[in-house]
């Protein structure tokens, strides 16, 4: 029988999302971070493993797009990442407690629903797992078993953090949308590489028109 997810993605309070883009992205910086959440949530609705999506967010112009696409939307408590990614969880518990549960970062705007479910079949044969990031210093997935303690440790170094948290780490070929998040310009131009979501892509497309990418 294969295992079914329930995915908890937070949404950050747009105001204080992607910063660093901020200079290349000017006042459309709100607008791309929606666009990458909705092809983040997107792609996890449509890998078969995912049963659900549970968007953390306390935003309402995030909420209502997320909301339309399919994901159910829990209010953030507004006390840091973690307590978002438990908050979400919690619900999830309710919802299905005989679902595992992951915590995906709302910044894969490359994410493949195929590529993800490769991920997930390979975290199912851990009691915990996470999957680093494209610079093997931060975390993109991390998720548990059903009825295993939920024990996120995103922010920063969380590679490492995850490692020494006993999660075993998947090196798995072949799923680089899931590694890819999006902070800086540099970090968009590899996404763009591997190809958009269609939300993001309509917004690299209006505001770099000539080049499809963000200035170096």
């Not at 548990?144 to 948290?165: C, I, K, Q």
């Not at 590899?190 to 209006?206: K, P, S």
């Amino acid at each position: 029988m294969s295992i079914r997810w329930s995915l908890v993605v937070p949404v950050k309070t747009l105001v204080a999302a992607k910063t660093r883009l901020a200079a290349a992205t000017g006042p459309h910086r709100t607008r791309l971070a929606v666009a990458v959440a909705c092809d983040t949530v997107a792609a996890a609705l449509a890998c078969p493993p995912v049963a659900r999506v549970i968007v953390v967010t306390a935003d309402p112009a995030a909420a209502g797009p997320l909301a339309a696409l399919g994901a159910d939307v829990v209010h953030d408590p507004d006390r840091g990442l973690n307590t978002a990614l438990r908050t979400g969880a919690a619900h999830a518990v309710d919802v299905a407690p005989g679902d595992a549960v992951g915590a995906l970062q709302a910044d894969l705007p490359a994410l493949r629903p195929a590529e993800l479910a490769l991920a997930l079949e390979a975290a199912a044969e851990f009691d915990q797992a996470f999957v680093p990031d494209a610079l093997d210093v931060g975390t993109t997935f991390y998720g548990v078993r059903a009825g295993m303690p939920f024990t996120p440790g995103f922010g920063g170094e969380s590679r490492a953090r995850h490692l020494a948290g006993g999660a075993k780490e998947l090196c798995v070929p072949g799923i680089d949308s899931v590694r890819r998040d999006v902070d800086t310009p540099d970090d968009l131009r590899a996404a763009i590489a591997l190809g958009l979501g269609a939300h993001t892509a309509a917004v690299v497309a209006e505001l770099w028109p000539d080049t499809t990418a963000p200035p170096a």
